[in-house]
Nanobody, 127 residues
Framework: QLQLVESGGGLVQPGGSLRLSCAAS????????IGWFRQVPGKEREGVSC????????IYADDVKGRFTISRDNAKNTVYLQMNSLKPEDTAIYYC????????????????????WGQGTQVTVSS
């Protein structure tokens, strides 16, 4: 069964940190761009960050630049999102998604051909 599983979400105070993990099973992430997206009720899913298959290219949404870091460990078939200096407006369900690609690039649009999606992990930033 091909699936992505996110973990690492939770409740954290403003200014705190969390590290999200996105683990793949049933397929290798070696040839996939990975994106992290988030969604709050009533709003569209938005791109947070993405990383190319080699890890050589990364993109961040403007409101997370300097606070979030995406990385990948292909040996562990896992992608991470380190989130620092968290703000209440970062509260959302976070999803990871994979897109098989032959080019070493990634995309921050949820509609950009991401074929596999995880079930999401809740991140709540509140005092």
């Amino acid at each position: 069964q091909l699936q992505l599983v996110e973990s690492g979400g939770g409740l954290v105070q403003p200014g705190g940190s969390l590290r999200l993990s996105c683990a793949a099973s049933g397929f290798t992430l070696d040839y996939s761009a990975i994106g992290w997206f988030r969604q709050v009720p009533g709003k569209e899913r938005e791109g947070v960050s993405c990383i190319s298959s080699s890890g050589g290219s990364t993109i961040y949404a403007d409101d997370v630049k300097g606070r979030f870091t995406i990385s990948r460990d292909n040996a562990k078939n896992t992608v991470y999102l380190q989130m620092n200096s968290l703000k209440p407006e970062d509260t959302a369900i976070y999803y990871c998604a994979a897109r098989h690609t032959i080019v070493d690039s990634c995309w921050l649009r949820a509609s950009a051909g991401y074929s596999y999606w995880g079930q999401g992990t809740q991140v709540t930033v509140s005092s």
